[in-house]
């Protein structure tokens, strides 16, 4: 793209929407800065013509200076010598002075130093090519770790002089954290600073400010486009101070914000004391701010139970217990086990044991460091209460519904979850009643279940009058291939209908969306806390009685179906249940998981049987490593979390630019957009995709969508389609990506492969991605160009295999009487525990091959066959026959037509387990 289009000046404002990004934007032109004002001195040295190089500097520094005044560093003084350089020609010092910047920036040596007043053409390491990420571990030790402080006040350009200087002076030599500041001095520009400075921890909002920014720059406008919300027309020029606190709140509410006002301090503090931590009058006194300040963020910083088993290993003891390994003795002493010591350092050893005195604490009744970690843990995630789990969130899954329901109660539960839910259903007894997600047939995978499903079922348990029998609704959110749910509408909604349910959401692969407003508003948490505000509002009620009157006394279920319903606020209790594997998308160990709840009525009704419940499914022996990786994870999410999730969602981005816009990987791959993956009576908003290979990076598309539409789709999920290349979904993960190249996916489908981003994901591998995608399609056009007719109507046939021949996806079918607890009514919610230990006596099922015809035979005659047991074939990796459930002729047809080589529960030398009649006879008449 011709470099000067695209700083291209419009009705004042310049457009940059080549970038997914302003940070992306920012580190590139930077290094772009430094290669014009490098070529602009070789030139001047040469005498040769300067002018297209001089223009396309003009213009990007023009960009760079506004972008960084949102920032620290470079600092307004350093930006002034910098314009002056380029002003007076002085390309020498020019050169010198970008490419000392670039190094502060990259190596992160901004952090250690305070560089606002030094000058920029002070020298720096000689070898500027050093590997930066060797360069912050080697200095990592004697670190302290280093924020920002944004001030917000109409004088703050004319005064951040006086501000830094005022700060500096307060500075300790003991103090646990370095800072700097930014000033801004409109309401527009503190909402800019707090989305696009990820360095930004805390907020000093000052006096009286106007609203406006006088900034106009596209890249950073799209900050402001999404925040709907502010309604300039209704506010004046003065006192927004509270009003913003409520804003940056809402957008990153891990900052800590601070208020210093000239008005009523008592009356201020009384109604925004959820927004600011302290609240000053006429505040001048520079020491007390900065001691806030630092408590602040040590409150986020600290990590109880990592703080306490570093403390305990660094102790001397004397081991006369279990577990040998502790302290590292059996190893050490070892003549033939010492490498291990190598390979995984002495300290995990001295961390190791089973002790839960000694400053440690006990996971099964914590009432020390774990207790406190898991208290931070839910103030970070936004829960009433957070609970650590060891051993994944299959375990996490199965404590939640054995806490939550007793034998016969019914839960609602999408098909397509994990198999954990299955089984712990199992466990406890439930009757279960499946709903089907809605089927994507051209990728052999499923979508999400509709709120109309919901309700459906919801109001059909009313009609028959068991909708007290109902305990739980149980949905994946968001699912394996990135379609999130409106949490808070279905919720609403199926609290219109019973006010009490429970929810469990599996956000197994969500962790990460508490930590960017965009995500945060389709996360349990987030939407059980607005939930609860929402309908203590005189407003809410309101709008609730308005409805009751347009509804009638006894609606229909079509009138029900068709209208967003709201519940009754004095009935209403708002249980919402979420279990997330840290370790998938945080930092944390393997296994590490937690559960968050928000659940007005846990004490009174749920926190004994919890604890049991907590206690039948967690080790006596948790590992305590996984569990400081948990307390360091929460830490890490709390502090930059919204820079890492911003990150990562840019880069999944890049890489569907890459694939859409290069003509070598187009031609054989693209990845699905929300139109393939959502069907468009669920896209409200009519967006088919965040991302367009013209405008590049679609944010207020996103934006709109993740507001109004029933589902949508996370765009770190990218799921590649391979239809058109022959190869299907594990053949091209084995044969091409893992054996060949060495890149790890998780899931596939007949013809998809998902790749996902993560906080862990950087540029560096991304570009390998885009290069292996290059490789393969260069191998491919190389393979069909030398095709001969025998060998390309072959790839034909494949290729219509994987586009055209697709079995459709069977729904689940029904429970056999036999395991329906309440046949006379139309619900379909079976006994799955009664048929699942049915199949535990070998006379209770046989074997019936699918190979053979036999299955199908036996239908056709009008025989009822019914699975003994769950039948799971990866992929796509849910059940397809549950035990109990009567078998299909359209399920034996997807099996017949599945090419995959792994199905738990199906043995191919033997045959699907089915229920004698014998079996289902006597199970009948129990």
């Known amino acids: 793209m011709n470099q000067k289009k695209q700083y291209q000046a419009e009705d004042n404002k310049v457009r940059l929407d080549y970038y997914h990004s302003p940070t992306q934007f920012r580190f590139d032109g930077w290094h772009r800065l430094s290669e014009y004002s490098e070529k602009l001195h070789r030139r001047q040295q040469r005498h040769q013509d300067l002018d297209d190089v001089h223009e396309k500097t003009a213009y990007l520094l023009r960009i760079l200076r506004t972008v960084e005044e949102y920032t620290a560093y470079p600092s307004a003084f350093i930006m002034d010598t910098i314009s002056q350089l380029f002003e007076e020609r002085n390309y020498s010092a020019l050169s010198k002075c970008v490419a000392n910047i670039v190094w502060d920036l990259t190596s992160g040596n901004f952090r250690r130093q305070r560089l606002g007043k030094r000058s920029p053409l002070e020298q720096r390491p000689k070898d500027q090519s050093k590997d930066k990420s060797e360069e912050k571990s080697q200095n990592s030790a004697d670190q302290k770790p280093y924020f920002e402080v944004l001030i917000i006040d109409k004088n703050a350009h004319s005064e951040i002089d006086t501000l830094r200087e005022g700060f500096e002076k307060a500075a300790r030599p003991e103090d646990a954290f370095t800072y700097d500041i ?95 931590r302290r609240i000053f009058y006429r505040h001048d006194d520079y020491l007390e701010l900065h001691l806030n300040l630092l408590r602040g963020i040590n409150r986020r910083y600290e990590t109880p139970f990592f703080n306490a088993l570093r403390r305990y290993s660094q102790n001397p003891t004397g081991v006369f217990h279990a577990m040998p390994i502790s302290r590292g003795k059996s190893v050490t002493k070892s003549n033939w086990i010492r490498d291990m010591v190598d390979f995984y350092g002495i300290n995990i050893f001295l961390a190791e044991t089973s002790a839960t005195s000694g400053g440690l604490d006990s996971l099964l009744q914590p009432h020390g460091p774990i207790k406190r970690a898991q208290e931070f843990a839910a103030r970070a995630f936004g829960a009433r209460r957070t609970y650590f789990v060891t051993n994944g969130t299959s375990t996490a899954n199965k404590i939640v519904v054995q806490a939550l329901v007793k034998p016969r109660d019914i839960v609602l539960i999408d098909r397509d979850c994990h198999k954990s839910h299955h089984y712990g259903l199992v466990l406890a007894g439930a009757h279960v009643s499946y709903l089907d997600s809605y089927p994507l047939h051209p990728f052999s995978m499923y979508g999400a279940v509709s709120i109309s499903t919901i309700k459906r079922y919801l109001l059909t348990y009313k009609e028959e009058g068991r909708l007290d029998q109902v305990k739980m609704l149980l949905l994946t959110n968001c699912t394996f291939d990135g379609v999130v749910y409106n949490v808070q509408r279905v919720m609403e909604e199926c609290l219109a209908i019973k006010p009490d349910l429970i929810f469990l959401w599996d956000e197994a692969w969500f962790a990460f969306a508490g930590f960017t407003p965009t995500y945060r508003q389709r996360t349990a948490m987030a939407s059980a806390r607005k939930l609860s505000q929402k309908y203590r509002s005189v407003a809410y009620r309101e709008a609730y009685e308005e409805q009751q009157k347009e509804l009638g006394e006894n609606p229909s279920i079509d009138k029900l179906l068709n209208t967003q319903l709201l519940p009754d606020p004095d009935k209403v209790a708002i249980r919402v249940y979420a279990t997330q594997s840290t370790h998938k998308s945080l930092t944390s160990l393997r296994q590490g998981s937690m559960i968050h709840v928000y659940d007005q009525l846990f004490k009174q009704k749920v926190a004994e049987p919890f604890d049991e419940a907590f206690m039948t499914h967690t080790s006596t022996s948790p590992n305590y490593q996984i569990l400081a990786s948990l307390d360091l994870g929460r830490r890490q999410a709390e502090l930059e979390g919204y820079e890492l999730v911003q990150k990562q969602l840019e880069l999944a981005m890049s890489i569907r630019e890459q694939v859409a816009t290069n003509p070598r990987l187009s031609r054989h791959f693209r990845f699905l957009i929300a139109k393939d993956l959502i069907p468009e009576e669920y896209r409200q908003s009519g967006i088919e995709s965040y991302f367009d290979s013209d405008t590049k990076w679609m944010n207020t598309h996103m934006e709109t969508a993740w507001e109004s539409d029933e589902f949508v789709v996370d765009p770190t999920r990218l799921t590649l389609y391979l239809g058109d290349t022959g190869i299907d979904g594990d053949t091209f993960k084995n044969e091409y990506l893992m054996d060949k190249y060495g890149i790890q996916i998780n899931k596939t489908s007949r013809n998809t492969v998902l790749f996902m981003t993560n906080i862990g994901t950087t540029r560096s591998s991304v570009a390998f991605l885009i290069e292996v995608l290059t490789k393969i399609a260069d191998e491919l056009e190389q393979e069909q160009e030398e095709f001969g007719s025998a060998e390309r109507r072959l790839h034909q046939k494949r290729v219509k295999s994987l586009t055209q021949d697709l079995p459709p996806l069977p729904d689940f079918s029904r429970f056999h009487e036999a395991f329906r607890p309440n046949r006379k009514y139309d619900a379909p919610d079976g006994d799955i525990r009664k048929a699942y230990y049915l199949s535990y006596d070998e006379e209770n099922y046989e074997y019936l091959e699918i190979g053979n015809g036999e299955l199908e035979k036996q239908i056709d005659q009008g025989k009822v066959l019914v699975s003994a047991g769950f039948v799971i074939p990866y992929p796509p990796g849910f059940p397809i026959l549950v035990p109990g459930q009567v078998i299909s002729s359209d399920i034996i047809t997807f099996m017949r037509k599945l090419d995959v080589k792994e199905i738990h529960g199906y043995q191919p030398e033997l045959g699907l387990t089915v229920f004698t009649e014998d079996a289902l006879k006597a199970a009948n008449t129990e």
Do not use: W
Request: with cysteine; proline share 3%; aromatic share 10%.
């Open 182 to 276: 930014v000033a801004v001095r409109s309401f527009e520009d503190a909402l800019i600073a707090i989305l696009f400075n990820y360095n930004i921890q805390a907020c000093v909002i000052r006096y009286e400010f106007p609203l406006r920014s006088k900034n106009h720059l596209d890249i950073l406008d799209r900050y402001t486009r999404t925040i709907n919300e502010v309604d300039y027309d209704e506010m004046d020029d003065t006192g927004h101070g509270p009003l913003l606190g409520k804003f940056l709140k809402q957008l990153r509410p891990e900052l800590d914000l601070y208020l210093v006002t000239d008005e009523s301090v008592e009356s201020i503090a009384g109604s925004t004391s959820d927004t600011f």
